[in-house]
C-alpha cells in the first residue's frame, strides 16, 4: 500500500481555497433571518471601488473576521454585511485618468456615456475587491452584498434628504465653499488636506484716500487683494485709532474701501491690519457677513481671473500673482517681502491647490447637529479616549462650519431636486414630478449636481439593512 506523504511546505492557496468552499457550500455565514434571539450584527466599512485592497484593508477585516467568528462559537447569530462604496471623486478621478491614456475626456463621452463607463470599472474592480476579501477568509454573508448606488441604498438617501430639507436643515444658497479647478467641484472641508509650505508674506501698501499716507497689509496672496472689499484692525490696537471714519484705495485698480475694527484681527500677525476679501477666504466671508460688506469675485471655477479683476482678466490664479507683484513694485506699493511657513490646502484626490470661492451649492446646517454631540460629551454619555482631546473636539463642533453636500461631477446620487423654469420654484421629491405643485407648469429642469460620497457613506450601517422600511 503507497503512503501518500506530506508536502514538503505548507501549500496556503491549496488549503484555503478548499476549506472556504467548503464553509460557503454549508452556507456556515449566512445569518438566520427567522433566528430573532442572541443576535450579532455588523456592516463592513465599505471598500473603495478604485482599485484594490491595501494592508489597512486587511488588519480591519481581519479584526471584523475574529469578532464574527467569536461570536458564532458562542452560538450567536452573526451577520457580517459585506459591500463597497461607489466614492464619488474618487472613482470619477480614475476612471477619467484612464480615459486620458486613450486621448478621451469625459466631455467628449458625455454623462450618460461616461456614467455607462465609471459602472463598467464598478463592476471589474467592484468584484475584484469581493474576492480579495473571500480570499482573505471573510465569513461574511454574501447573500447580502450592497452597493452604496443600488436601488435600496438610493431610497434611503432620497428618504434622508426630503426629511432633511423639510426640517430645515438643508438648504440651497451661497456661500464661501472649497473650490478643486482641477476636479472643477465643490469640496468639504475633510476633503481639503492641508500641507506646510514655504511662502512669501508680501507687504502691501494702500493709499489713503484724504492723501494722509498708506495703511500697509502683510499678505500671501496678493493676487486677492484685487477683490478686496475692505481692510480691518483691531478696535484696540493703538496704532490705528486714528483711523476711524478712514477709506483707503485698492492698489492698482483705484476702487475705495473703508477701513473697519473687528476683534478678530490678530494684533501680532504681520502689521496687525488684515486685507478682508469675502468672496475667497473663509474667516474673511465671516468678516463679510458681520460687517455687510460686498463680495467680489476675481477668481473663477478655472482659477482664472474674472473680468473684475479689471487688466488681468483670464491670467491663471498664480501667473496673475506674478504680474501684481511687478506692478505693486514699480508703483512703489509693494513694501518687503518676508519667507513665511503656511499652511496650504489641497484637494485630496487630485493634488491641486483648493480656490476658496463664493458659490451657490446646496448645504446641510451643522450647528443644530453639533449641539447634542456637544452636550453628550459635557454630560459624559460619550467619551473621548484620552480626554485630552475634548479640547480639540470642542473647538471642532463649537466653530463648525456648514456642510456642503453638492458636488459637481457625473457618478454619485443625483440630488432629488428640480427647478420649475416658469416660477422658480424648487421641488424635492423622490420620483420626477409630473407638474410643478405651485403653478402647475410641465416646464422642469433636474438638479445636475450630486451628492458629496459621504452623504451616503453615513448611512451605511442602516441604510443596509433596508430602512427606511421596517425590515
Not at 30 to 39: D, F, R, S, V, Y
Not at 117 to 134: D, M, P, S
Not at 283 to 302: A, Y
Not at 311 to 319: N, S
Request: net charge negative; aromatic share 12%.
Amino acid at each position: 500500500m503507497a503512503i501518500k506523504l506530506l508536502d514538503k511546505g505548507y501549500n496556503p492557496k491549496k488549503v484555503e481555497e478548499k476549506w472556504y468552499q467548503y464553509w460557503l457550500e454549508k452556507g456556515l455565514f449566512k445569518a438566520n433571518l427567522e433566528e430573532k434571539e442572541q443576535t450579532f450584527s455588523m456592516v463592513i466599512p465599505p471598500p473603495n471601488v478604485t482599485g484594490s485592497l491595501h494592508m489597512g484593508h486587511a488588519l480591519n477585516v481581519t479584526l471584523h473576521d475574529i469578532l464574527a467568528r467569536y461570536k458564532k462559537m458562542l452560538g450567536y447569530n452573526v451577520l457580517w454585511l459585506p459591500g463597497t462604496d461607489h466614492a464619488g471623486i474618487a472613482t470619477q478621478n480614475v476612471v477619467e485618468r484612464e480615459l486620458e491614456k486613450k486621448g478621451i475626456s469625459r466631455y467628449d463621452l458625455g454623462r450618460e456615456e461616461f456614467v455607462k463607463a465609471v459602472w463598467q470599472w464598478k463592476e471589474e474592480y467592484g468584484n475584484r475587491i469581493i474576492n480579495q476579501l473571500k480570499k482573505l477568509g471573510c465569513a461574511c454573508d454574501w447573500s447580502r452584498q450592497r452597493f452604496t448606488l443600488d436601488e435600496g441604498f438610493s431610497q434611503a438617501v432620497k428618504e434622508v434628504f426630503i426629511r432633511l430639507y423639510e426640517e430645515g436643515l438643508i438648504y440651497r444658497g451661497d456661500y464661501i465653499i472649497n473650490w478643486c479647478p482641477r476636479c472643477q467641484t465643490a469640496l468639504a472641508d475633510l476633503e481639503v488636506e492641508h500641507e506646510e509650505e514655504e511662502g512669501s508674506l508680501y507687504y502691501i501698501r494702500y493709499a489713503r484716500v484724504d492723501g494722509q499716507g498708506y495703511v500697509t497689509v502683510a499678505t500671501t496672496r496678493p493676487e486677492t487683494l484685487l477683490g478686496d472689499t475692505a481692510i480691518a484692525v483691531h478696535p484696540e490696537d493703538e496704532r490705528y485709532q486714528n483711523l476711524k471714519g478712514v477709506t483707503v484705495f485698492v492698489p492698482i485698480l483705484n476702487r475705495e474701501i473703508p477701513i473697519i475694527f473687528d476683534p478678530y484681527v490678530d494684533k501680532e500677525f504681520g502689521t496687525g491690519a488684515l486685507k478682508v476679501t469675502p468672496a475667497h477666504d473663509p474667516n474673511d466671508f465671516e468678516l463679510g457677513q458681520k460687517h455687510s460688506l460686498p463680495m467680489v469675485k476675481v477668481i473663477d471655477e478655472r482659477g482664472r481671473m474674472t473680468k473684475e479683476a479689471g487688466p488681468y482678466m483670464g491670467l491663471d490664479r498664480f501667473k496673475c500673482r506674478e504680474r501684481i507683484l511687478e506692478d505693486l513694485e514699480k508703483n512703489g506699493q509693494l513694501l518687503k517681502i518676508e519667507p513665511i511657513k503656511h499652511s496650504v490646502g489641497h484637494c485630496y484626490r487630485c493634488k491641486t491647490i483648493v480656490e476658496p470661492l463664493v458659490s451657490k451649492q446646496w448645504f446641510v446646517h451643522t450647528k443644530p447637529l453639533a449641539e447634542p454631540a456637544i452636550a453628550a460629551v459635557k454630560e459624559g454619555k460619550t467619551r473621548l479616549i484620552p480626554a485630552s482631546w475634548e479640547k480639540t473636539y470642542y473647538e471642532w463642533m463649537n466653530n463648525i462650519r456648514d456642510w456642503c453636500i453638492s458636488r459637481q461631477i457625473w457618478w454619485g446620487h443625483r440630488i432629488p431636486v428640480w427647478y420649475c423654469k416658469d416660477c422658480q420654484e424648487i421641488i424635492v421629491a423622490k420620483e420626477i414630478p409630473k407638474a410643478c405643485p405651485k403653478c402647475d407648469s410641465t416646464n422642469l429642469e433636474p438638479e445636475m449636481d450630486v451628492l458629496d460620497t459621504w452623504f451616503s457613506s453615513a448611512l451605511w450601517p442602516f441604510g443596509t439593512l433596508g430602512w427606511p422600511k421596517e425590515t
